[in-house]
């Protein structure tokens, strides 16, 4: 009986073998399909991230197909190979693709005794196969058919690549969960640093997530992750790689991870758009005149961008400190009954928690537009519309603007401009006001712009006109049209952060306009460089060296003793800087520029919506809503030594022929007839004959724009005042 069972169990086997032997020589024939051929194997190249760094080489974003980031041989540790060979192929080095042993104990088990926990009997080489090419689906025999395809590709790869080269491409090719591909870009996932720098026991766990990377991540299965890591230790004992004591001892270890996620929580999330948009203008310019193709997601490029992260996380943390604060007392604004009745009548589905600031701050150097911050908003995954090149009504912002026009057309600082109430005839008597309404006297141009006083800046716009003003205004590259209107002083254009930025460079750099650049050069991995910026001083000239030194001045005042001079007082900022806030209608938005001759950083702050807003400017208005978020990241980078020395430049004294510019008076008192004047009656000031004819078509638009707005703004303050 015994031997009839043996001879049946004889022929069973042998027919399996015939069987297999008969399929293995059809699928080499072609049957299943063509197999790769020694060229397609010799030509095998993974698809790599292109990886983006900072100015000072650290990594902030990646751009993939694949998430995947490969190293050489040399800069794999030991005790991954080692881990690896001892967990899924001890037998590496002793066979040529195709361990028999292996392949017997899953015909045995794994098909006749349909034994799940056999084992896979695939080696390294079958398993790197199986990672570059990929499986499909032959019905019934999906199983058999896969493993010779993958057996006999194996015995060619050994062919082509020795074994230390089949272990770097295979630790390059594996997949890690979490779309990671490749041990240096799990490396960096699960534990925040190159594949170099692993311990063995942190070996271990990425090794161990190869049997089922989502079951054994530790990530999200730390328990089940440690209890794969000590089996991978035990086997490295077994195989002598570390001794018995080792193992148990690290073994007993906790788990430790050290996540690092940037593809979701970036510090630099809004500046990689910019940077991807730049990159593949350039890399289409490169493959037009090398006549090679390259593709960001797949070559494995390198970008070295203009960011510098110290001062982008000091922004970040900025942001942390105070928006925080500042949404929590806007939401607190709109609990009320007539709150919430406000936010009806916006949207009937808005809520409290709808209620989110925004804000975007944006830095350039502004002799080479170099790009050196950019937080676009608060958060990239919820809200990735980009608030800096959103266009907003600039308000007081605008000034510098109107008056750097003033200047080059022969206005000194110690001009004066009267600051009695006035109306402007033609544009229903329109009458501006100040921000604390005073009236009367005389302020002088620099204390007019230093303190924001609106009277006396239409009247300088009176005298400048609307075309010189329009005429820089589109010389400093601003995409907004202005309209010809008395209330353009007061800056009821609208322009983005971006924008504005590049504008406020010319008053640091010495009067000329740049374009800023987020991408310093682009390289292959194996350090080919195929585009490298050259950072130069624009030479497009705005406005005069003379302007520029005297606005330079002027809005240093603006900080030093004028709407910005809380940078000192409440925030400790001691270097030199320039700088103006803006507070548009109602409180929507709030904007602060600073710059000195190595920065220009610009930022706004609003809700998704205009209607939404602060009723008072004790928390709206520029210098309490905008201001501390430049003001924090500058006193950040004053007390680091790296960040102090690349961006803390004084301004040059005056020269010679300026001297003296600056010495007058801010204000000068009525005599007590003008007092007694001014106290019963508004001067009434019109335009000239020629800008009153060029406004009185876009005075037409004016009206027009106000029955449109019927400002849903007063309409909500008048419910709020009743």
């Known amino acids: 009986m015994i031997k009839k069972v043996i001879k049946i169990g004889l022929i069973v086997l042998v027919s399996l073998v015939c069987l297999l032997g008969l399929l293995t020589l059809a699928i080499y024939l072609g049957a299943s399909g063509d197999l790769p051929e020694t060229d397609d194997l010799a030509g095998y190249k993974n698809k790599t991230a292109t990886l983006v760094l900072a100015e000072e080489g650290e990594l902030i974003g990646k751009y993939f197909a694949q998430n995947r980031t490969n190293v050489s041989f040399s800069q794999i540790p ?3 190979k080692n881990a690896l060979i001892a967990t899924e192929d001890a037998r590496f080095f002793a066979h040529q693709g195709i361990d028999a042993r292996s ?19 695939s080696t390294i080489s079958q398993q790197l196969v199986k990672n570059m090419f990929g499986r499909k689906r032959y019905g019934f025999l999906t199983m058999p058919v896969n493993k010779i395809r993958e057996a006999l590709v194996a015995h060619r790869l050994e062919k082509i690549y020795n074994k230390d080269e089949i272990l770097t491409l295979y630790l390059n090719t594996v997949p890690f969960s979490e779309n990671v591909y490749g041990i240096e870009a ?14 063995v026991e942190e070996a271990a766990v990425l090794i161990g997530m190869l049997k089922a990377n989502t079951r054994y991540n530790p990530h999200l299965n730390p328990e089940n992750s440690k209890q794969r890591r000590n089996v991978v230790l035990k086997q490295m004992a077994r195989y002598k790689y570390i001794s018995e004591d080792v193992a148990d001892r690290l073994c007993d270890l906790p788990l430790k991870i050290n996540y690092s996620n940037i593809e979701a929580s970036g510090s630099a999330d809004y500046f990689l758009v910019r940077v991807e948009k730049d990159a593949r203008k350039i890399l289409q310019q490169v493959s037009r005149s090398t006549g090679k193709e390259w593709n960001l997601e797949e070559d494995g ?19 942390q400190e105070h928006l925080n604060g500042m949404q929590d007392q806007l939401r607190d604004q709109y609990r009320s009954t007539a709150g919430l009745k406000i936010l009806r009548e916006i949207n009937d589905t808005l809520e409290i928690d709808d209620v989110m600031l925004h804000a975007g701050l944006f830095a350039i150097e502004p002799r080479t537009g170099a790009i050196k911050t950019w937080v676009g908003g608060i958060d990239f995954h919820t809200n990735p519309y980009d608030q800096i090149t959103a266009r907003r009504q600039l308000a007081s912002a605008f000034k510098p603007i109107v008056y750097a026009a003033a200047l080059e057309n022969g206005v000194k600082p110690c001009d004066y401009l009267d600051n009695k109430a006035i109306e402007i005839e033609g544009f229903e008597d329109w009458s501006p006001s100040n921000y604390d309404n005073a009236t009367g006297g005389k302020y002088s141009v620099a204390a007019a712009l230093a303190k924001s006083k609106n009277i006396p800046t239409v009247n300088l716009y009176m005298g400048v006109g609307f075309n010189k003003l329009n ?3 589109e010389k400093m590259g601003f995409s907004f049209s202005l309209y010809n209107a008395p209330s353009v002083a007061l800056g009821t254009g609208e322009a983005s952060v971006y924008e504005l930025a590049v504008a406020y460079a010319a008053f640091a750099n010495g009067g000329f306009k740049v374009e800023p650049e987020a991408i310093a050069s682009i390289s292959t991995a194996d350090g080919k460089v195929l585009y490298e ?5 624009s030479d497009d000239r705005v406005i005069s060296q003379e302007t520029s030194t005297l606005m330079c001045a002027m809005l240093q005042k603006a900080v030093s003793s004028g709407t910005g001079a809380t940078m000192r007082s409440v925030y400790g900022v001691s270097f030199p800087w320039a700088g103006k806030t803006g507070t548009s209608q109602s409180y929507a938005d709030a904007w602060f520029g600073a710059f000195n001759p190595a920065l220009v950083m610009v930022t706004r702050v609003g809700a998704s919506t205009p209607a939404i807003h602060f009723n008072s400017g004790s928390k709206g208005s520029g210098s309490t809503l905008a201001l501390p978020l430049v003001a924090r990241t500058l006193k950040k980078a004053e007390s680091d030594p790296s960040t102090r020395s690349e961006f803390l430049a004084p301004f040059a004294e005056l020269p010679v022929e300026l001297a003296g510019a600056l010495d007058c008076g801010d204000f000068k008192e009525d005599n007590w007839p003008e007092k007694v004047r001014s106290h019963f009656e508004k001067q009434t000031r019109t335009l000239s004959k020629k800008d009153k004819t060029l406004a009185e078509p876009e005075k037409e638009k004016v009206q027009e724009e106000k029955k449109k707005k019927k400002s849903i703004f007063n309409i909500f303050r008048r419910k709020r005042d009743k």
Request: no cysteine; hydrophobic share 45%.
């Open 533 to 537: 910026h050259e950072f130069t001083a």
């Open 301 to 319: 490029l390198v970008i070295k961008t203009t960011l510098n992260l110290k001062l982008q996380r000091f922004a970040l943390q900025a942001y």
């Open 186 to 199: 799990a490396s960096h996932r699960f534990f925040n640093k190159g594949a170099s720098q692993l311990r």
């Open 78 to 80: 030991e005790q991954v």
């Open 103 to 121: 392949l017997m104990r899953v015909l045995v088990k794994s098909i006749i005794l349909s034994d799940a926990d056999g084992g896979g009997g």
């Open 471 to 473: 005429d820089l205004w």
